[in-house]
């Protein structure tokens, strides 16, 4: 049940020898449990984490712009939006952080999709073309080839799934409230979207080789 009293979700219960039930009702057992873990992430790890961040380094905006700019994951002219969007929520303005980063985190995968040669709209009956919303986005298989299968799943429970807390859709859809914001979920979707921005960052330094001045040192 919704907060307003609407039924949102129902369990599903295993039926034998129904593969279908028995595998949906294995994926909302699973779902339940990954949002107690998140939760108890968020109070146990990226509270603590964040605090320390701001309190050994507190970045400023144009480090995030440093961050995010030449990102894959970042499409051009959207730097800016993913700087401000990710320094709120180091400072702990998650109301203005998910407000910004939802949206720019959806189409983002869309444009990792196009940018593999998917096609990423839609043409209904008189020729008009919207592009997909984020239910089609992680249903294409391909998705999981560019980001990992554990990454979509993990989208899927955080910000589409009925059984999970579906924040793309209530963001969206104004329906979260301003405490709703700061619950540990919703800091949890944004520490998410912070890890797939640094990702890419993560594996540039990696796979940049040695200079023979660093082995030398060594």
Same mark, same amino acid.
């Given at each position: 049940?919704?907060?307003?009293? *609407?039924? /949102?979700?129902? $369990? &599903?219960?295993?039926?034998?020898?129904?593969?279908?039930?028995?595998?949906?009702?294995?994926?909302?057992?699973? @779902?339940?449990? @990954?949002?107690?873990?998140?939760?108890? %992430?968020?109070?146990?790890?990226?509270?603590?984490? !964040?605090?320390?961040?701001? +309190?050994?380094?507190?970045?400023?905006? *144009?480090?995030?712009?440093? !961050?995010?700019?030449?990102?894959?994951?970042?499409?051009?002219?959207?730097?800016?939006?993913?700087?401000?969007?990710?320094?709120?929520?180091?400072?702990?303005?998650?109301?203005?952080? #998910?407000? /910004? #980063? @939802?949206?720019?985190? %959806?189409?983002?995968? $869309?444009?990792?999709?196009?940018?593999?040669?998917?096609? /990423?709209?839609?043409?209904?009956? *008189?020729?008009?073309?919207?592009?997909? #919303?984020?239910? &089609?986005?992680?249903?294409? %298989?391909?998705?999981?080839? /560019?980001?990992?299968?554990?990454?979509?799943?993990?989208?899927? @429970?955080?910000? =589409?799934?009925?059984?999970?807390?579906?924040?793309?859709?209530?963001?969206?859809?104004?329906?979260?409230?301003?405490?709703? +914001?700061?619950?540990?979920?919703?800091?949890?979707?944004?520490? +998410?979207?912070?890890?797939?921005?640094?990702?890419?960052?993560?594996?540039? +330094?990696?796979? %940049?080789?040695?200079?023979?001045? =660093?082995?030398?040192?060594?």
């Amino acid at each position: 049940m919704g907060d307003d009293g *609407r039924v /949102i979700s129902r $369990r &599903s219960t295993a039926a034998p020898g129904d593969k279908d039930d028995d595998e949906q009702a294995l994926w909302e057992r699973v @779902v339940e449990l @990954v949002i107690h873990r998140k939760q108890m %992430e968020v109070h146990a790890l990226i509270m603590p984490a !964040l605090n320390q961040i701001m +309190f050994e380094h507190n970045p400023t905006l *144009r480090d995030l712009r440093d !961050l995010v700019v030449h990102n894959p994951f970042v499409p051009q002219g959207r730097e800016e939006l993913f700087a401000k969007g990710l320094i709120a929520g180091l400072r702990g303005d998650f109301l203005e952080a #998910l407000s /910004i #980063l @939802v949206p720019q985190m %959806e189409n983002s995968l $869309r444009h990792l999709l196009e940018q593999s040669g998917l096609e /990423i709209s839609t043409q209904d009956s *008189r020729g008009f073309q919207d592009v997909i #919303l984020l239910g &089609s986005i992680l249903g294409k %298989e391909q998705l999981g080839e /560019i980001l990992w299968p554990d990454i979509v799943k993990e989208l899927k @429970v955080l910000f =589409d799934d009925r059984q999970g807390p579906r924040l793309r859709h209530y963001i969206a859809h104004g329906l979260m409230n301003h405490d709703d +914001f700061y619950g540990p979920l919703a800091i949890y979707a944004w520490w +998410f979207i912070f890890y797939l921005c640094i990702c890419p960052v993560q594996k540039r +330094f990696k796979d %940049e080789p040695e200079s023979s001045e =660093d082995v030398g040192n060594d």
